[in-house]
T-cell receptor, first 113, second 113 residues
């Protein structure tokens, strides 16, 4: 049973570019949440998708957007990259959005130069 | 707003020593409390949780008790092993919050022989 998988594992971009990160949830899970973890910090909630809609959003600008597909996989898009967007981006999946046990992927390490 | 404060690391202990990692929280409402662990190169894993005051969460020899009067959820283990070396995150979620987690900044634990 595959857990949460994220791709790519590492990514290097330059300021102003756009990036797309991908996440496949754990089998049977229908809810995907995205978190940003800056170096030495705890993860910060970006948003959560359920039934292909954004259900909750944290305190992130509109440059951060997402999508959920019918197979429950999800993408995180970041436009107009800033140096401060360099971080580990974590995807977490759960069932129904009310189950408090989240399963996390290993993350995508994004470096913005 | 909601927040979690953890003791700063790194915490360095000898094998078989007693571990305490302090965690306090501020929340509107009645949160559930969690400890997550992040091993090098891996995603976060749920270590234990408690959903109401005076509950004790436990797993793999780790324990934490939900103390509403002191708004605390300190992590303890009686005898640490080298394999416990990791970063530990305290987190909360609010009832009805759709399992959105608010994390502390993490505490790195290093256990030496």
């Amino acid at each position: 049973d595959a857990g949460v998988t994220q791709s790519p594992t590492h990514l290097i971009k330059t300021r102003g570019q756009q990036v797309t990160l991908r996440c496949s949830p754990k089998s049977g899970h229908d809810t995907v949440s995205w978190y940003q973890q800056a170096l030495g910090q705890g993860p910060q909630f970006i948003f959560q998708y359920y039934e292909e809609e954004e259900r909750q959003r944290g305190n992130f600008p509109d440059r951060f957007s997402g999508h959920q597909f019918p197979n429950y996989s999800s993408e995180l898009n970041v436009n107009a990259l800033l140096l401060g967007d360099s971080a580990l981006y974590l995807c977490a999946s759960s069932l129904g959005g009310i189950n408090e046990k989240l399963f996390f992927g290993s993350g995508t390490q994004l470096s913005v130069l | 707003g909601n927040s979690v404060t953890q003791m700063e690391g790194p915490v360095t202990l000898s094998e078989e020593a007693f571990l305490t990692i302090n965690c306090t929280y501020t929340a509107t409402g009645y949160p559930s409390l969690f400890w997550y662990v992040q091993y090098p190169g891996e995603g976060l894993q749920l270590l234990l949780k408690a959903t109401k005051a005076d509950d004790k969460g436990s797993n793999k020899g780790f324990e934490a008790t939900y103390r509403k009067e002191t708004t605390s959820f300190h992590l303890e283990k009686g005898s640490v092993q080298v394999s416990d070396s990791a970063v530990y995150f305290c987190a909360l979620s609010l009832t009805g919050g759709g399992n959105k987690l608010t994390f502390g900044t993490g505490t790195q634990l290093k256990v030496e022989l």
